[in-house]
């Protein structure tokens, strides 16, 4: 049974840091390339961000130098590290993976990664 949970969300004050986790189960996720997405109330889904197989990596604009994402398949989990926060950097935080299409192991394939977990509330406020 594949899982995808997201952990280490919170509070934190603006310029802070916070590294959230997407812990997977139930397939080999070396295989695929996982993605990070993010959603306000309201708003759509965003994919900001992605680690390929090869270990490539995406970064949508409004978050490039600031996160960086990474893979540890032998524990299979992946990291974002989210540096100098910002008020709208606040939403729920999701990782996803995309199980079915010839794009699977690629970055950028947002649009393929239907397949994600609950979710992390990133709060950003002083």
């Known amino acids: 049974q594949v899982q995808i949970v997201e952990s280490g969300g919170g509070l934190v004050q603006p310029g802070g840091s916070l590294r959230v986790s997407c812990s997977t189960s139930?397939?080999?996720?070396?295989?695929?390339?996982i993605g990070w997405f993010r959603q306000v109330p309201g708003k759509e889904l965003e994919g900001i961000s992605c680690?390929?197989?090869?270990?490539?990596?995406h970064y949508a604009d409004s978050v490039k130098g600031r996160f960086t994402t990474s893979r540890d398949d032998d524990k299979s989990t992946v990291y974002l590290q989210m540096n100098s926060l910002k008020p709208e950097d606040s939403a729920v935080y999701y990782c996803?993976?995309?199980?079915?299409?010839?794009?699977?192991?690629?970055?950028?394939?947002?649009?393929?990664?239907?397949?994600r977990g609950k979710g992390t509330l990133v709060n950003v406020s002083s």
């Open positions: 680690v390929a197989t090869d270990g490539s990596t």
């Open positions: 139930g397939f080999r996720q070396g295989y695929y390339a």
């Open positions: 996803a993976a995309d199980f079915w299409s010839a794009e699977r192991t690629k970055c950028p394939n947002y649009s393929g990664m239907k397949t």
